[in-house]
């Protein structure tokens, strides 16, 4: 029998003491490192980069943390309850992005010592312009998904506390924001340590509890595929569902590749380990914990599936957002066990704090480097400019638990952060892919595709807000509840409700899957770059671009004559490019 209501109150003076001590370690980090760091004069660039001096693998860890946030914890299972397992193997998505920021991107960063990814597309595309336009993308695109980060742990926190969302978003920005801003990159990598350790002991923590109150994992799995759950190889292509194995695939390969290779967030710690070697080392051993990271999220939804497969407490009305099935799940059945609520509220803020401090680091050091060093304040004393970057992260902090509070309007934490953040990011990539292979982009023609595409995908998500299309969930029931049902509220969600509207072309651009937005996006900005650069010179420019600027590969993929000779006798070998 499943229990009406939940009471908040539960959550004890313990599970209390388990969040709150969390809570304190995150920030006596920060405190620790800011006090090392002061004592060691450390300059704002050791703050914000730490200068090559980082071990490979508290880097693996950290690239795994600083992905995995509350958007993998809440949204993840979320998706196995509402649309099946097919979801689960985005694994191979992030393989595909490892395996494109370890042997594309990182040959060129690592060789050109950057402080700011963006350098390098002005570096390569000799123009500033290039270089703003993909810090401003950078800067819009991450913002938002930092209120999205903060907006899933807050929804969850105040699901199982007298706290209200409002408040729980001011908590975790202002505690999240205080550690970063003061202790940089080396607090944000010790902090990851911590939270990933959290994060497993939450996810755990819900896989047995589930399993066993089914009667074990076979059961969960015969539950779930006997309603539809189970589904690794959906091959029909259908571009406005989810749940599909090319969407997915592709969806989150590409929004994984913006991710790690041309984000400050990400490239930021590969580049700062200490030999191009381990760099690499760090991103494949990366790739082991997030593949784990995912499994323990999609276990989780199997067996909270499994348990709420005849009661379905959103159907119910006991619930109103699918990013509350897991914190509902725990209250409900592991309230009577002091701690464990205060464990699991722990995990989603573990994850959410891991992310946050990656990004307002990342931030900060892009608004520093790419955007204030080139005004007087350049000329200021270095604690001055320490002081700045300080500052800047605190002032993000700020504006992402503004962004919090607007979130909702999107649907669930997982929608939301692809939909805001693969808007900006696929085109990105695009721009960044054409300057690490095709000798001849040019300047007009990344920052014409960069623009396009960009607007494309903005246009489909104020579209897919202001029209949003039915669910494609699967069906849920509450024949199994033993009490009567009085259902209090539509579980298909306002934001999803149909739309009365005639479904002409233009709204099934705007009901395009989620997943999607950052591959039309990289689409268009590739290929719109790709000509016009042709169109505007490009091959005539070829003779101006250092090798050293592209990948080996590129000057082995295009035809002869679109690299004159004297530039191809100038390529490095590709055996010497990996040494």
């Known amino acids: 029998m499943h229990a009406e209501n939940i009471d908040s109150n539960n959550f004890g003076l313990t599970d209390y003491a388990v969040f709150i001590i969390l809570l304190l370690i995150s920030s006596g980090i920060g405190v620790y490192y800011a006090i090392k760091d002061t004592r060691a004069k450390k300059t704002a660039r050791q703050f914000l980069t730490a200068e090559r001096s980082l071990h490979w693998f508290p880097v693996s860890i950290s690239l795994m943390a600083s992905f995995q946030s509350s958007v993998t914890i809440l949204g993840y299972p979320a998706e196995m309850y509402l649309r099946g397992t097919q979801f689960w193997i985005v694994i191979v998505s992030s393989t595909m992005a490892a395996l494109a920021a370890a042997e594309i991107f990182l040959p060129v960063y690592y060789d050109l010592n950057l402080s700011s990814v963006n350098q390098y597309l002005k570096i390569r595309f000799n123009s ?4 703003l336009a993909a810090t401003f993308t950078f800067l819009f695109a991450t913002v938002p998904y930092m209120g999205v980060v903060i907006y899933g742990p807050s929804l969850a926190l105040s699901s199982v506390t007298p706290l209200s969302t409002a408040a729980s978003i001011l908590l975790i920005g202002l505690v999240c924001t205080f550690y970063t801003s003061i202790g940089g990159l080396k607090s944000v990598l010790a902090t990851d340590i911590l939270q990933v350790m959290m994060m497993y002991a939450g996810l755990l923590l819900v896989i047995f509890r589930g399993f066993y109150l089914v009667g074990g994992i076979d059961e969960a799995f015969r539950i779930a595929n006997e309603n539809g759950r189970i589904q690794f190889f959906n091959v029909g292509f259908d571009p406005y569902a989810t749940n599909n194995l090319w969407n997915c695939v592709f969806g989150m390969g590409l929004m994984w590749s913006a991710n790690y290779c041309c984000t400050q967030t990400e490239v930021a710690r590969y580049c700062n380990v200490n030999s191009k070697k381990k760099s690499k080392l760090a991103l494949y051993v990366n790739l082991i914990g997030v593949a784990s990271m995912i499994s323990c999220a999609c276990l989780a939804g199997i067996a909270i599936y499994a348990f709420y497969s005849k009661c379905d407490p959103l159907e119910r009305g ?33 994850a959410a704090l891991s992310t946050l401090s990656s990004g307002f680091n990342a931030l900060a050091a892009v608004t520093w480097d790419d955007i204030l060093s080139k005004t007087r304040l350049s000329k200021l004393s270095e604690l001055k400019i320490k002081t700045i970057t300080k500052l800047t992260a605190i002032s993000y902090g700020l504006m992402s638990i503004g962004m919090a509070f607007f979130v909702g309007l999107i649907g669930s934490v997982l929608k939301a952060a692809i939909s805001l953040a ?18 001849f982009a040019n300047a007009v023609g990344v920052l014409t595709g960069l623009v396009i595409g960009e607007a494309f995908g903005l246009f489909v998500l104020c579209g897919s807000i202001l029209y949003p299309k039915t669910t494609d969930q699967l069906p849920t029931t509450t024949d199994g509840c033993q009490f009567n049902v009085t259902s209090v509220y539509n579980h ?17 651009i705007f009901h395009l899957a989620f997943l999607l937005v950052p591959v039309s996006g990289f689409v268009i900005s590739y290929i719109v770059g790709f000509v016009v650069s042709l169109a505007t010179g490009g091959l005539d420019e070829v003779n101006q ?4 600027h592209l990948n080996p590969i590129a000057w082995h993929i295009w035809p002869k004559k679109c690299v004159p000779i004297a530039t191809r006798s100038a390529v490095p070998s590709t055996d010497a490019a990996k040494q």
């Open 492 to 508: 298909t969600l306002n934001i999803e409700s149909p739309v009365a509207v005639e479904e002409m072309f233009l709204l099934k």
């Open 318 to 350: 006991v619930i109103t957002k699918t990013d509350q099935l897991m914190p509902y799940f725990v209250m409900e059945t592991l309230h009577q066990f002091p701690g464990a609520a205060g464990l699991f509220v722990c995990c989603v803020f573990s």
């Open 128 to 131: 500033e312009k290039v270089r």
């Open 422 to 439: 693969g808007a900006l990011m696929g085109p990105l990539l695009g721009t960044y892919l054409l300057g690490v292979i095709c000798p």
């Open 545 to 548: 671009v250092n090798p050293l």
